[in-house]
């Protein structure tokens, strides 16, 4: 007759912080990668008709005058912000950071 095996107590290693072995924590290692960081004023839908009818001279209606600006890097949304006017350039000032929430 065979006998049951009893089984032991599982045993587990402590995972650290999760750095792997010789590698930094430090954002040092990616702070030059260079990001696309595109504002978006507005969005609005057309059909092709009506994108087929633009013109110089076209104005495309996208939103609300004076709402939030989109600030995208790499596509992904970052921040949200007012246009503001810095010298002869136009800027944008940051005024929500959505995935940063202050407590």
Do not use: C, W, Y
């Amino acid at each position: 007759m065979l006998e049951t095996p009893t089984p032991a107590p599982a045993q587990f290693t402590a995972f650290g912080d999760g750095t792997p072995p010789g590698a930094t924590a430090s954002l040092d290692v990616i702070a030059g990668v260079q990001l696309e960081i595109v504002v978006a004023l507005g969005r609005t839908k057309m059909n092709v008709q009506q994108l087929l009818q633009l013109r110089a001279g076209s104005v495309i209606e996208i939103g609300q005058a004076g709402g939030l600006v989109e600030v995208l890097a790499n596509g992904s949304l970052v921040a949200l912000g007012e246009v503001v006017v810095v010298g002869d350039d136009l800027g944008v000032r940051i005024v929500d950071i959505p995935h940063v929430r202050s407590s």
